[in-house]
């Protein structure tokens, strides 16, 4: 009974939209013009990176040297590089250096400016360092940075780059205005092409179009309110939704209009529309669940940049279904049997891709239902073999790396890595509150002691504290060394800051052994937070580790229902996740070849740091698990209907291979284009989570979806659609005829 109500709904849904098409489309159309106004001011209004820990002992430690010592964490390094060979380190030319600095010092927003103090390699006097401290917080600082690099005056004879983090947040919200325009300018052409070939008529290729960028532009304009109202929103977040919205958007309005077009061979408008929403329609809301699934478990990673993404994939992948199944239903209502109109080819050849499939998909089928073990053992190992590399990925915290040389930000780190030893640039900072004032002689010796003690942990190199400046046995400070102190903010009132600089560099095991070492036994007497560049990384790399086992079992977890509700099936769904955690690995065997190891990376133009970016596999695996549903969904989905025909197994496999075959295909590669167009782009998170999706997303098509799918589904038999006794009475009703018709 609840079973016939649905589908009633179901088709009066299809019935509706049909009825009231004018008004779905003008409606549409409103929200599409004034939300896309505000949709290009959006990335201009997101400038956090998003990757701060926050309530971590790092940023605890941050907060208290603003606080207690004055120290402003927003700050920039001006590399200067000599274009004539001279010697930048001699005193004549450091005094004429920092005169021409001199406008810069004079800014309102300039707290203090200094020659870095980090130690300095032989043999690379051509390049000298400046460390500018601004009086602004980051967030302050950046709303006017064209301002501040304005005010960064000329070198004559040498060549001045901003580098340092602030730097390089701005130039990555640069690189993502221009990385979506390229992104668009390429992939919107090439789905287009795509969908050309695939239908053979321009209004049936525009349509799945017009719902991937109007599913963008309502999604980025919302989210333009969402951030006018102070929500931070990561500034990775425009190109992900980008990405997202015109993959998925694209694809549903695929799967619709495929049907639309199949069943207007047999019915009228009105009935062909309604059995497309029934069917296509219905499997494109469960697919948007399951893509919304890994959306939503992004959000169990305590970082912000992971909350952003969340919440703009789900909205973005929602806006998605609501288009494709309301937008695209009236425009379909609209333009009726004219979804044939301005042919590219002949109707011939459009009528042998009809009902039962291309010759092509009807080969392949043959050959699967004949072959099934052989053709699942060969492709189960070889995706097993492909995933090999991923055993051994080694995770990493990038920072200016994320983009290419030709950025400022980048090239000037780049500039100071090669003249400047930077295990000092980025030590170790312990951010010290004592029980009595820094200059007590209680402090003092509890200061000496403690750095005495840190000195002798593996991984240190050298430590350095106020008391530094005092020789053994001396418990007092003079009036001339306090001022000192002070000035250079070492020491204030009840705080101190202690820098220990590690042995080897930020990302090395024993230097984020030794951070774990300084927090597990902290001194008597002192309240301690350590920060600095291997603390802060450490700690967003717990909270990406902390969260992944919550993100595993939700995506994997709610996956399966939502497939066992559609399918009402308990192997079919667990058949499902295992085929996606095979492409998936694949692909990250693929990620780790490319970022790891450096295969391809002059192609793709990638920095080669022998790390993954670590924030990439979660993401990767949560976009990629529920996009890859999309296919499984579809082709079960036909399966399952030519079953309940039929009732038999292996003729519904193959009718569900050959009817879904070039439509998954063509989807796959639609999303394949779409998401390769950011493998071109300047941002490195985006290039390699295109890369993935990309190759994830063909090896699901190729040999996935096509092979190993049908082959798992012959050999299995009646026991695909198995449910146990107690679940029985949840089993479909075999359907009249009418209602499949």
Same mark, same amino acid.
């Given at each position: 009974m609840k079973e016939r109500q649905k589908k009633a709904s179901v088709r009066q849904w299809g019935s509706i939209i049909f009825r009231y098409r004018w008004a779905v489309v003008s409606a549409w159309v409103f929200l599409i013009v004034c939300l896309g106004f505000f949709a290009i001011r959006t990335p201009s209004m997101l400038q956090d990176t998003g990757f701060t820990p926050n309530g971590s002992s790092s940023v605890r430690g941050i907060a208290l040297l603003e606080e207690k010592l004055g120290l402003s964490a927003a700050s920039l390094d001006i590399v200067i590089q000599s274009t004539s060979g001279q010697n930048l380190t001699t005193f004549e030319a450091k005094s004429k250096i920092w005169e021409e600095l001199a406008p810069l010092r004079e800014q309102p927003f300039v707290s203090d400016m200094y020659e870095s103090i980090v130690t300095r390699y032989a043999g690379e006097d051509g390049i000298v360092s400046y460390t500018v401290l601004l009086k602004e917080n =980051?967030?302050?600082? %950046? *709303?006017h940075f064209e301002e501040i690099k304005a005010a960064v005056p000329s070198i004559n004879g040498a060549k001045t780059y901003i580098t340092g983090n602030l730097a390089v947040y701005h130039d990555m919200s640069s690189a993502v205005r221009h990385d979506i325009v390229r992104a668009e300018a390429f992939g919107i052409p090439a789905a287009l092409i795509i969908l050309l070939f695939l239908f053979g008529t321009i209004p049936a290729a525009l349509l799945p179009i017009v719902v991937g960028i109007g599913s963008v532009a309502v999604t980025m304009g919302s989210l333009y309110f969402v951030a006018a109202q102070g929500i931070p929103l990561s500034n990775f977040l425009p190109n992900m939704v980008t990405m997202l919205g015109l993959a998925v958007g694209i694809d549903y309005a695929l799967f619709i209009v495929s049907r639309f077009r199949e069943e207007l061979g047999s019915q009228p408008v009105e009935a062909a529309l309604v059995a497309a929403c029934r069917t296509a329609g219905r499997s494109v809301f469960y697919s948007g669940a399951a893509v919304m699934t890994g959306m939503l478990a992004l959000g169990f990673v305590r970082l912000p940049v992971f909350r952003s993404l969340a919440f703009g994939g789900m909205l973005v992948v929602l806006v998605s279904v609501l288009a494709a199944c309301t937008?695209?239903? =009236? %425009? %379909?209502a609209i333009l009726g049997r004219r979804i044939f109109a301005w042919p590219v080819r002949s109707r011939a050849k459009d009528g042998n891709r009809g009902s039962s499939g291309s010759v092509i998909w009807v080969r392949i089928s043959e050959l699967i239902m004949s072959r099934p073990g052989i053709i699942a053992a060969v492709v189960t190992a070889a995706l097993l073999l492909a995933m090999t590399p991923a055993l051994h990925m080694k995770l990493g915290i990038p920072s200016a790396e994320v983009l290419p040389p030709s950025y /400022? *930000?980048?090239?000037?780190? /780049?500039?100071?890595?090669k003249a400047y030893d930077m295990k000092e640039a980025n030590a170790i900072i312990i951010a010290a509150e004592l029980d009595q004032s820094y200059d007590d002689p209680r402090s003092i010796r509890l200061v000496k002691s403690y750095v005495s003690r840190l000195q002798h942990l593996p991984g240190v190199h050298h430590v350095e504290s106020y008391a530094s400046f005092l020789r053994d046995g001396v418990d007092n400070i003079s009036p001339e060394l306090k001022a000192e102190v002070e000035k250079r903010h070492a020491a204030l /009132? !009840? =705080?101190?800051?202690?820098?220990v600089v590690p042995e080897q560099g930020e990302d090395a095991p024993a230097t984020v052994r030794l951070v774990r070492d300084i927090r597990q036994s902290p001194p008597e007497g002192m309240q301690i937070d350590v920060t600095g560049s291997p603390a802060y990384k450490l700690d967003i790399m717990d909270r990406i580790q902390g969260g992944l086992p919550y993100v %595993?079992?939700?995506v994997l977890s709610v996956t399966y229902i939502v497939l066992f509700a559609a399918f009402r099936s308990i192997v079919l769904p667990l058949k499902a996740v295992v085929m996606n955690l095979l492409s998936l690995g694949a692909s990250f065997g693929l990620v780790t070849l490319v970022f790891q190891h450096g295969y391809g990376a002059g192609l793709l133009q990638v920095t080669y740091t022998g790390s993954v970016f670590a924030v990439l596999p979660i993401l990767i695996f949560?976009?990629?698990f529920g996009i890859s549903m999309d296919y499984e969904v579809m082709m079960l989905s036909?399966?399952?209907?030519?079953? *309940? !025909?039929e009732g038999n197994n292996e003729r519904s496999t193959a009718i569900g291979l050959q009817r879904t075959g070039g439509m998954i295909t063509g989807a796959a590669l639609i999303l394949a284009v779409v998401a390769g167009a950011f493998m071109f782009t300047d941002n490195e998170l985006m290039k390699a989570l295109g890369l993935g999706l990309t190759a994830s997303v063909l090896i699901d098509v190729t040999v996935v979806r096509i092979l190993l799918v049908p082959s798992l589904m012959k050999l299995l038999g009646k026991a695909n659609w198995w449910l146990p006794g107690f679940l029985s009475s949840l089993a479909k009703p075999k359907p009249k005829a009418d209602e499949n018709s």
């Open positions: =980051a967030n302050q600082a %950046l *709303s937008l695209l239903p =009236a %425009l %379909l /400022d *930000s980048r090239y000037g780190a /780049d500039l100071m890595k /009132d !009840k =705080a101190a800051i202690i820098i %595993l079992v939700t949560c976009v990629v036909r399966i399952a209907e030519a079953y *309940s !025909k």
